[in-house]
């Protein structure tokens, strides 16, 4: 059932305030929790900004990084309710670090940071929510997965030697010296399509609602 939206609610999806005061703008509600045009905003730029390509804040960006937070929140509600273990600010800083080791100097990473309007903060919270999600898909996927010996096979036979024979510099190895790199592919697959499915029965079980005009 759709819930009334309160009056604080309404309020706050306001574009200005008191005073011409921006107002960030409700984008999505995902039951009690509320994600933000802002938030999406800051997603995009982040990400932008990690794969190493141009911001583009557009309707359709807007729409496909609010899904990723929606995603994201439902995720954060699982993990919540069973207390799955969350990452360790270590791990984010680790990986931070060897972003940051991709620039020549700190003066360069500041001005790129500034480039993409986001700060180290941003980058390593946004670090440790990817580490958190892995860590929860991890643990709630990765344990039911099984591949069979034919499965390896099969894959071997219509996958990797078709490919590997489009490739006629390289010796093409045998089954039993890619056997287990198969299985990780496989089982990645299998934990992908899990985790997909889990998100499809989850969103039919929790009211969620886009504010359109957060994305015009």
Known sequence: MK???????????ASHGVGGELIDRIAVRVDG?????????????IT????????????????KAAERLVERALIRREMDANRYPPAQLVEANHLLDQIKGRFASKDILTSTLAEYAIGEDDVRDHLLLQLTTL???????????????????????????????????????PLDEVRGDI???????RVDQSLDRWLQETRLQVDIEFQDEAFS
């Not at 819930?3 to 999806?13: D, I, K």
């Not at 071997?156 to 190895?173: C, D, K, N």
Request: aromatic share 8%.
């Open 3 to 13: 819930h009334a939206v309160c009056p604080l609610l309404l309020l706050a999806v």
């Open 33 to 45: 929790t509320i994600i933000t045009q802002s938030e999406i905003v800051r997603d995009i730029r």
């Open 48 to 63: 932008a900004f990690l794969d190493g390509r141009p911001v583009v804040l557009n309707p359709d960006t807007m729409r």
């Open 135 to 173: 860590r929860f898909i991890e643990y709630r996927f990765r344990p039911a997965i099984q591949v069979a010996p034919r499965d390896i096979e099969t894959y071997y036979e219509t996958v990797f030697l078709p490919q590997a024979g489009q490739s006629h510099t390289q010796r093409i190895p």
């Open 183 to 189: 299985e990780k592919i496989l089982t990645n697959q």
